[in-house]
T-cell receptor, first 111, second 110 residues
Framework: DGGITQSPKYLFRKEGQNVTLSCEQN?????MYWYRQDPGQGLRLIYY???????QKGDIAEGYSVSREKKESFPLTVTSAQKNPTAFYLC??????????FGPGTRLTVL | QKEVEQNSGPLSVPEGAIASLNCTYS??????FFWYRQYSGKSPELIMS????GDKEDGRFTAQLNKASQYVSLLIRDSQPSDSATYLC??????????FGTGTRLKVLA
């Protein structure tokens, strides 16, 4: 069954802590994306990657970091520099220029 | 700043009626257009993609694209209570980026 998985489903972060959100896809897509969604708002792009070992900042990259060491994996680290990280985080992948498919999301809460 | 605009709603329609959702975009060179459905607390689910002017039908859903006027719409025929959700419009910006609207909340009244 092809798809995108994200883990964990829920994540709690203490002040000053870095946390890493996992995203894996077996769709053989080259492009992968991370979005943040706040209540009642649209999706805002954090980072995207077109190919292994390459990624670009999106509109709200400050306080986040990513890596793309494998085609299937695009983990997102929320660092302590991100002052307001409570949000719903969505990972997506696509064939470049075509439909994006989304994972189930990770809901991050700061304690 | 490239933008995608949607009426936030809620758009309320009776069960069995046609729901019409609209979206305008600012980037004239956008090539690909998508509609997603998002239930509360869930991730977006692709409903339709459209790449050329005109209509594209898939079951109860019809997407309409007019590049000259820079709008894309989604019609849902025979609306059901299960269609109640937020509908997101997305367009490509350049080769790799996608711009999303803030969504229209649809309520189908039984």
């Amino acid at each position: 069954d092809g798809g995108i998985t994200q883990s964990p489903k829920y994540l709690f972060r203490k002040e000053g802590q870095n946390v890493t959100l996992s995203c894996e896809q077996n769709l053989n897509h080259d492009a992968m994306y991370w979005y943040r969604q706040d209540p009642g708002q649209g999706l805002r792009l954090i980072y995207y990657s077109q190919i292994v070992n390459d990624f670009q900042k999106g509109d709200i990259a400050e306080g986040y970091s990513v890596s793309r060491e494998k085609k299937e994996s695009f983990p997102l680290t929320v660092t302590s520099a991100q002052k307001n990280p409570t949000a719903f985080y969505l990972c997506a992948s696509s064939i470049i220029g075509n439909e994006q498919f989304f994972g189930p999301g990770t809901r991050l809460t700061v304690l | 700043q490239k933008e995608v605009e949607q009426n936030s709603g809620p758009l309320s329609v009776p069960e069995g009626a046609i729901a019409s959702l609209n979206c305008t975009y600012s980037d004239r060179v956008s090539q690909s257009f998508f509609w997603y459905r998002q239930y509360s607390g869930k991730s977006p689910e692709l409903i339709m993609s459209i790449y050329s002017n005109g209509d594209k039908e898939d079951g109860r859903f019809t997407a309409q694209l007019n590049k000259a006027s820079q709008y894309v719409s989604l019609l849902i025929r025979d609306s059901q209570p299960s269609d109640s959700a937020t509908y997101l419009c997305a367009v490509t910006s350049g080769t790799y980026k996608y711009i999303f609207g803030t969504g229209t909340r649809l309520k189908v009244l039984a």
